[in-house]
């Protein structure tokens, strides 16, 4: 007698992040923004009154400075080759290349309000309690994804940060880096790379 073969399971399709985050965003009692890095969905914590200040200084830097494609709170969705979400992260503020065209509208729609992350020239985060997201998978994640520069505001340290020249050496994301890391002590100017500003970090030094 021959046994019946035994049929093979339904595989459950995989999660897409963005659904995970919206799933996460309704359950949350608080507003909140999740991201997503290196296979975690990351709950930031809600930004004292510090860090907004903090953020407002330096976007205000930037436009003075006559950067106008400086902005704030906008997602951005970096993709693995094969086109499936790598990271989903919302900067602390940033500078684009470009405005949005119809196709950057069009893929933020078929994603769900996420932007594709190469409209970014520049990102910055200040950290907050759980600084070693900034400082760990959020910076390699920007790195993995070919960021051109990032800026660091480490609360934690009393340190900032421009790391330039991102390098991906592999087909890993968790390996990427910034080669170049230029770093000051609160209160000292912060030189960025043309045709950004120097910042001053002089608003974070009682913070």
């Not at 934690?156 to 880096?177: F, I, R, W």
């Not at 230029?182 to 209160?187: A, E, P, R, S, Y």
């Amino acid at each position: 007698m021959t046994a019946d073969p035994i049929p093979e399971q339904a595989v459950k399709p995989k999660q897409d992040p963005i659904d995970l985050l919206i799933a996460i965003e309704e359950a949350s009692v608080a507003p909140t923004r999740p991201e997503y890095v290196e296979g975690m969905a990351i709950v930031p914590p809600q930004p004292n009154d510090h860090h907004n200040d903090g953020a407002g200084e330096l976007y205000y830097q930037f436009r003075a400075a006559g950067v106008r494609l400086a902005g704030f709170n906008n997602g951005y969705r970096a993709a693995h080759k094969d086109g499936s979400t790598m990271a989903l992260m919302v900067p602390d503020f940033y500078v684009r290349r470009r405005r949005p065209s119809e196709l950057d509208e069009a893929y933020s729609k078929a994603n769900k309000g996420w932007y594709p992350i190469d409209m970014l020239a520049l990102v910055g985060e200040i950290t907050s309690t759980n600084h070693e997201t900034d400082t760990g998978p959020k910076l390699r994640a920007y790195a993995a994804a070919g960021v051109p520069v990032y800026v660091l505001i480490d609360r934690h340290s009393k340190t900032a940060h421009c790391y330039t020249d991102p390098v991906l050496p592999g087909d890993d994301p968790t390996e990427a880096y910034y080669a170049t890391d230029d770093k000051v002590n609160f209160g000292e100017p912060l030189p960025l790379p043309t045709p950004y500003p120097t910042l001053d970090t002089k608003p974070f030094v009682d913070n």
